[in-house]
């Protein structure tokens, strides 16, 4: 099982109506086994430690192995979930699917760097997106048929909370 080989860690002290490990463990299992080799842990935090992420509010970070340092993802649950209104996480597939686009995102730059030969620093992001699209696609089957129609509208609500904050 591929989430067996990947570390959880969760340090976001941020509580949610879900819970939030159990979310991850399901979507790390669409992930394929060997696209996970070398990926040490996955670090739930409230926001990124790297400060310019932070600045770009990003929702994930990946750290490639560095010396002694293993490769890990860290997926920043306050910046993921803000604006979102509350109502909204209490269906069942939202949560779960805000939580894959990051983690699916921040897992394609990990097999990018780890498993491709193209240059490393060339369409990276390009890169990452059309990989979470293909886990999202394999994931969530039964649900893109249903989210589609009310992505506007949770986008629409999205926008609005935003600018009321």
């Known amino acids: ?8 860690q969760n340090y976001c002290r941020t509580s949610f109506s879900f ?3 159990r979310l991850l463990q399901n979507l790390l ?3 394929p086994q060997e696209h996970l080799i070398g990926l040490d ?10 400060k310019k992420s932070r600045e770009q509010k990003a929702g994930g970070l990946y750290w490639q192995k560095w010396r002694q340092r293993p490769a890990t993802i860290e997926i920043a649950l306050d ?5 979102v209104p509350k109502i909204v996480l209490h269906l069942p597939f939202i949560p779960k699917f805000i939580l894959a686009n990051a983690l699916y995102h921040e897992i394609g730059h990990h097999y990018q760097q780890r498993f ?3 240059a490393k620093n060339v369409g990276r992001e390009e890169f990452a997106e059309k990989y979470k699209k293909q886990l999202l ?4 089957v039964g649900w893109r048929l249903l989210f589609l129609p009310l992505a506007p509208l949770i986008r629409w609500m999205r926008r609005r909370v935003l600018r009321a904050a």
């Open 1 to 8: 099982m591929a989430s067996m080989s990947v570390r959880v």
């Open 19 to 21: 819970k939030i490990e």
């Open 29 to 31: 299992r669409v992930v």
């Open 41 to 50: 842990s996955i670090i739930l935090v409230g926001q990124v430690t790297s």
């Open 79 to 83: 910046e993921i979930y803000r604006g």
């Open 116 to 118: 491709t030969h193209a």
């Open 137 to 140: 696609q394999k994931a969530f």
